[in-house]
């Protein structure tokens, strides 16, 4: 590709870090062993592995033991779940959110028809809040599992972990959060602050380490009950051939996230929040939407009215290759706009119109400036093309 | 990804006849902001009527459905009417090289865009004697009320486009993409339109349980304990399984007479189609099922 990459879709997916890469790469060549063997070749994978676990745990304020890798955030979210069904015996609930990932209500979806499980979802006000005060109320002695997620990954928003999974220990109920698009963004201690967490999901690839590597946090002694069943691997918790290359890739990049997280809370931060005054200053109509006060210091989902989300991307990427997300019918994949701003009841005017800007560490001054200097005058001229917006 | 023509994506980056004429002859509107996509197309004719003197659009929507608009507005100049009035949603898709099938409801907005110019001309201007495409009668009738897609619409889609699935069907009109609650009845017009109404295969949720169909087959009115039994199983057995395919649910709060009483949960609970879905679907399930009697409110 001649011209540069604009990369502002980070809640997709992340680069490979360049350091990621190297702490890969031997695995992928000559360090070939089956960790699981005995003679002294498996040895550095058996070390790599070992070593990933201890990286991640460190991130999380976690204990080693209680790291399972799996192969993705998805894979760690139903994991939990149906473990949950299992191991909660006598409890047919699960209570969650009608924001989460689909990973989330999917499998609640799957379980209520295949299990008999009830599912509650919790809702969310204009700004994509939950309200503790319906959490507490809907929490009971069939619960189950509480699983919300830590952060939203088209809004932003963060959720009270910490409230929440207080709430579902005083009824006896497992606590579960999705925290693929937390981790790397804001800190994370499961040792001192998220005490009651039982289990957490994460996913390498959005912390720039590669797809395919994901993680679930089991804290010991939850209860738990594996679905991939097979060899001894992961104590027994995940059967399969450890990923070796990827789990040295995971560990890396979680070594580089813990040493960037100020970085995120500071200079990315910065440069969200200049893209987003920026915008809100030059374009008329435009809302941010989610809790600017408990937010992703990374995300902005900004709506722009009378237009359609897939037009101003598509212009995105031919004017300046700049890459973004939108939550618009169009480029959901369906003929509905994005479950989570529907959620919200945001409106109609403005629901097809949503673009979600994600920035990283790698993510420059100049990168933003391109942005606030492209993305403005496509916002124009698609409104001169749209009948909306003019008798207002 | 996007896979679009280089041609859909000149008529997007470029497109051509932007705006409102001032001194159209008709003015053809579509679709709406809700559904997320919506045209408005203004027409003149030339002097003698017989021609499209200008035509000019605005569009709210993806790039397939400007690029569609910017294509027709082309297609048109010059053309008679009458050769005009027989523009399809396809020569429109072939006129751009080609659209993604999941986008061909783009094109068939164009071609209504100047069917409801045509209509609007006609009605302005009765002294035209302009030329028009015949329409069967209960071809108005609506039948996804979540996009406003008509009988009419369907079948002339299904016809020109050689449609044989329901999924086909939401593809190239949308019909059938919100609450879902007129698949069952897509998938009839399809059957009728193949020919096949015979052979019509029912979808399992929409088989009334043996609980129920013992319970219909008893003669006589419905004891207030068949009735709310009926309520229950119908509940159970039609309406959770298919809001939870949609990734909704609901409870059944009460039964007074022939008032239920629901409440929406999941998707459904948030959706800002769930009066649609209530009225249309929940309501239609239980009165085919139960009673016509029967009516349905949610609470929160």
């Known amino acids: 590709m001649s011209e540069p990459l604009i990369y502002l879709d980070n809640n997709a997916t992340t680069r490979v870090a360049e350091e990621v890469f190297d702490a890969m790469a031997p695995f992928l060549r000559e360090e070939y062993a089956n960790p699981s063997s005995v003679y002294p070749f498996a040895g550095p994978a058996a070390a790599a592995i070992a070593k990933g676990r201890e990286q991640v745990a460190t991130l999380l304020g976690a204990k080693p033991e209680e790291i399972i890798f799996t192969s993705c955030g998805s894979e760690s979210d139903n994991a939990v779940l149906r473990s949950a069904v299992k191991t909660q015996v006598g409890r047919r609930r699960i209570l969650t959110t009608c924001v989460e990932h689909p990973a989330i209500l999917n499998t609640c979806r799957d379980l209520t028809q295949y299990a008999g499980v009830h599912v509650d979802y919790l809702s969310v006000d204009s700004q994509g809040r939950i309200d503790l005060d319906e959490a507490k109320a809907l929490i009971n002695e069939d619960t189950a599992i509480v699983s919300v997620m830590f952060a939203n990954n088209e809004i932003g928003n963060i959720y009270p972990i910490r409230e929440l999974s207080r709430l579902a220990h005083a009824k006896g109920a497992l606590f579960h959060t999705d925290a693929v698009q937390a981790i790397g963004k804001v800190p994370v201690d499961l040792q001192n602050d998220l005490t009651d967490v039982d289990f957490l999901s994460l996913s390498g690839h959005k912390f720039h380490a590669p797809k395919g590597i994901g993680v679930l946090y089991r804290r010991t002694f ?116 994005s479950h989570v701003l529907r959620a919200m009841g945001l409106d109609y005017k403005a629901l097809h119109g949503t673009v979600r800007l994600s920035l990283s560490r790698y993510t420059t001054e100049a990168e933003i400036d391109t942005a606030l200097e492209v993305l403005p005058p496509i916002i124009r001229n698609l409104r001169e093309l749209s009948p909306f917006g003019r008798e207002e | 990804m996007w896979d679009y023509t280089d041609k859909v994506r000149d008529h997007f980056q470029n497109p051509r006849n932007v705006g409102v004429l001032e001194d159209a002859d008709g003015i053809g509107e579509v679709g709406n902001i809700i559904c997320g996509d919506a045209m408005k197309l203004s027409v003149k004719l030339t002097e003698d009527k017989k021609r499209i003197a200008d035509a000019r659009f605005q569009t709210f929507g993806c790039a397939s459905a400007i690029a569609s608009a910017s294509a027709l507005t082309e297609m048109l100049k010059d053309r008679t009417v009458e050769d005009a009035s027989k523009l399809t949603n396809q020569d429109i898709a072939d006129y751009l090289g080609s659209l993604p099938e999941a986008k061909m409801h783009c094109s068939v907005m164009g071609m209504e865009a100047f069917q409801a110019a045509l209509a609007d001309i006609r009605k302005k201007h009765p002294e035209y004697n302009l030329p028009g495409p015949a329409t069967e009668e209960g071809d108005d009738r609506v039948v996804c009320e979540c996009f406003n897609v008509t009988v009419g619409k369907i079948r002339e889609v299904i016809r020109l486009n050689k449609l044989t699935t329901v999924e086909q069907v939401t593809y190239y009109t949308k019909a059938g993409g919100g609450c879902g609650g007129c698949k069952e009845e897509i998938q009839k017009i399809l059957d009728e339109e193949l020919g096949q109404a015979a052979q019509a295969e029912a ?98």
């Open chain 1, 222 to 337: 939850a209860p738990f009950a594996t679905y991939l069943t097979g060899g001894h691997q992961e104590k027994m918790q995940r059967a399969g051939t450890e990923n070796v290359a990827s789990i040295a890739g995971i560990g890396k990049a979680a070594e580089l996230a813990l040493l960037h997280i100020e970085e995120e809370n500071t200079r990315v931060k910065a440069l969200r929040d200049k893209l987003q005054a920026g915008l809100v200053a030059t374009c008329p109509d435009a809302i941010v939407n989610g809790d600017q006060e408990h937010r992703l210091p990374n995300t902005l989902n900004i709506c722009f009215k009378y237009i359609e989300g897939e037009s101003i991307l598509l212009r995105l990427w031919d004017r300046a290759h700049i890459c973004a997300s939108s939550g618009s019918a169009c480029t959901t994949g369906s003929l509905e706009p």
């Open chain 2, 203 to 300: 979808k399992p949720q929409a088989t009334p349980s043996p609980i129920a169909q013992t319970i219909k087959e008893n003669v006589g009115p419905l004891t207030p304990f068949q009735k709310m039994r009926m309520i229950q199983t119908t509940f159970d057995s039609v309406i959770r399984p298919g809001l939870q395919d949609d990734g909704g649910d609901a409870e059944l709060v009460d039964v007074e007479g022939d008032k239920v009483t629901i409440r929406l949960q999941g998707h459904c609970a948030t959706c800002a189609l769930a009066d649609k879905t209530i009225e249309h679907w929940i309501e239609a399930k239980l009165r085919e099922q139960v009673s016509a009697a029967i009516t349905v409110t949610a609470v929160k």
